[in-house]
């Protein structure tokens, strides 16, 4: 019985003495810290667990990106199709074919109009979106390739469009005979090379337009433009 009221008397000699030099509550605040350190590394623990799942299905997403690519490069190796007959998004998508799902007839209408009244750029989209979604359309005859043409190249910002559309022209199309827009289609397909930085392919052009179309009206256009790069790059002009 002694040594039970000893040990309850020391033991509240103790907490009486931890009080007064402030022990306990120093014991009380590591408690808490060492908490709050073991909940922050779950935490962590979890957001890395998180973490290691994104990573991973980036990973497959990229695989995925990387696998389309390569099938779409040899498709469009097989069939001949060039970049800009591939959609392609731009900045600003006037069109949003995905959302609207315009029937060819819808959008050679809106292209239309926007040719008409000078919207090069919205022409541009509009045209370009139906010879990527339905190349084989009817409506695609020489004259709406031709504006399809004209709108990439005096949009200023498609060039690439206006080379592809004047290309396909000229294909189903091989001569002035086949199609009164065979010369321009020609004209602008050296301009639009030359925007995009092949001055030879124009200088090419050029030489055929003095040889064959000395006299005509996209010769003395295009000889505009060939003063100031005959020299650099043809000094044998014939």
Known sequence: MKELTLFCVLTLGFVYTAGEF??????????????????????LAKQVRQLKIENSNLKTQISTLKAQKQHLEMNMGRSGRTVASVY?????????????RWTEGKLLGVA??????????????????????????????????FE???????????????????????????????????????????????????QEK?????????????NSQEYALLSKYYNDLALKYDKKRK
Do not use: C, M
Request: charged share 25%; hydrophobic share 35%; proline share 2%.
């Open 88 to 100: 392609q998004p731009v900045k600003n998508d006037l069109v949003q074919f995905e959302l609207y």
């Open 202 to 214: 124009f200088i090419a052009t050029v030489n055929e337009f003095h040889k064959k179309y000395r």
């Open 148 to 198: 399809s043409g004209i709108a990439a190249y005096e949009s200023k910002q498609h060039y690439d469009w206006s080379k592809a559309h004047f290309k396909t022209l000229i294909s189903k199309y091989p001569s002035k005979k086949k199609s009164k827009y065979f010369r321009g289609a020609k004209l602008f397909l050296a301009l639009s090379n030359f925007y995009l930085g092949d």
């Open 112 to 145: 239309q109009q926007a040719f008409h009244f000078k919207k090069w750029e919205k022409a541009a989209q509009y045209y370009n979106a139906l010879t990527v979604h339905y190349p084989k359309s009817e409506l695609l005859n020489d004259e709406v390739l």
């Open 22 to 43: 402030g022990l306990w509550k120093s014991f009380h605040q590591k408690a808490e810290t060492v908490h709050r350190y073991e909940y922050r590394s779950l935490e």
